[in-house]
């Protein structure tokens, strides 16, 4: 089969289409006929570096697929035999930049009907992320009709869930991104209420003359560093504030004496790492509410597998839109 390998750590053009051995599946797991693989920042840096965690060399990239299952372990159901499905894959090893990528059963989720493959694919990280984010505000109370929620990098493919989600309750959104482009999807597309470009030096004073007093009830800073530490001054008392991003290079990083201070929760990316199985339901209840109608994922640019090096480089070259995804024939 065709597939994208990673030997070096380095620039993407460490991305090379090679031939590769079928996955074989194990007990407990499947092999999914690749049409779409999700492509993701985290992705870009480990091949630079290995980043976070590094996987052994070689490797093949891409932590979520979408397609049918083509094969199955001996332990599991027919029933599952050509299922239109999407999963997070089973191991860097087999992963979704490939024709074929292997999945443990225990993670795979059938698309419902009235949602597109696609649709279903870009769900894969970000919709349980999303879920789980979302949840945990509501759950806090400060998530709630009526509040002003925050959203960096809104134009993103976790930030366009995060602020379809705080409108369907409620709430009133600032979207925060670069570019104008982004702006207009936010405003025009996902509904936020304002939109402001947190490149420019007086972004905060604007968000401020549109919430006035308190501030913000809830920051979701999918950007870090010192973007997020200029969205922490905007916090209302009794606020939330939840730190899982790193674009900007790292997790914003607080003081947490000046959070209590302003009684304001912090939470970081502890909040949403749970295993592949955990994250299941979750996507799930995000696929649900996308075949619903109520939840949609922004596909804003698609490559195909030969182009995954281009791939990887617009998204570092924050030239991208929501989700970005490679088609594979």
């Known amino acids: 089969m065709r597939g994208i390998q990673v030997r070096r750590f380095g620039e993407p053009d460490v991305l090379e289409l090679v031939e590769l051995p079928d996955p074989v599946p194990g007990p407990g797991q499947a092999v999914i006929e690749v049409a779409y693989a999700d492509v993701i920042f985290l992705e870009t840096q480990i091949r630079r570096d290995g980043a976070f965690f590094a ?94 929620v925050l959203v960096l990098a809104a134009a993103g493919g976790l930030g366009a869930l995060l602020v379809q989600l705080a409108k369907a309750a409620g709430a009133h959104v600032v979207a925060a991104a670069r570019g104008e482009r982004k702006l207009a999807l936010a405003r025009e597309e996902l509904g936020a209420d304002a939109a402001v470009d947190y490149t420019w030096p007086d972004w905060t004073d604007q968000v401020r003359r549109t919430v006035g007093e308190p501030g913000i009830h809830v920051v979701f800073d999918g950007v870090g560093g010192a973007t997020g530490r200029a969205a922490f001054e905007l916090t209302a008392r009794g606020a939330r504030f939840s730190a899982h991003g790193t674009p900007s290079g790292g997790f914003t990083e607080l003081d947490a004496g000046a959070a209590t201070a302003r009684e304001v929760t912090l939470a970081g990316i502890e909040q949403v790492q749970f295993s592949a199985a955990e994250a299941k339901p979750l996507l799930d209840r995000a696929l649900f509410e996308a075949a619903a109608g109520r939840l949609r994922p922004v596909i804003g640019q698609t490559f195909p597998l030969e182009d995954a090096a281009k791939a990887h480089s617009a998204i570092e070259a924050r030239e991208v839109l929501g989700k970005t995804l490679l088609t594979v024939a």
Do not use: C, M
Request: glycine share 14%; proline share 9%; net charge negative.
């Open 55 to 148: 996987p052994s060399l070689p490797y093949v990239p891409g932590g979520a697929a979408g397609g049918r299952i083509d094969r199955l372990g001996a332990d599991v159901g027919p029933a599952w035999q050509g299922r239109g499905v999407v999963a997070k894959t089973a191991s860097p090893a087999a992963g979704g930049y490939a024709q074929r990528a292997l999945a443990e059963i225990e993670t795979v989720s059938v698309v419902p009907e009235g949602l597109d493959l696609r649709e279903a694919t870009a769900l894969v990280h970000d919709g349980p992320t999303a879920v789980r984010l979302f949840d945990n505000a509501v759950s806090t109370g400060t998530l709630r009709p009526g509040a002003w």
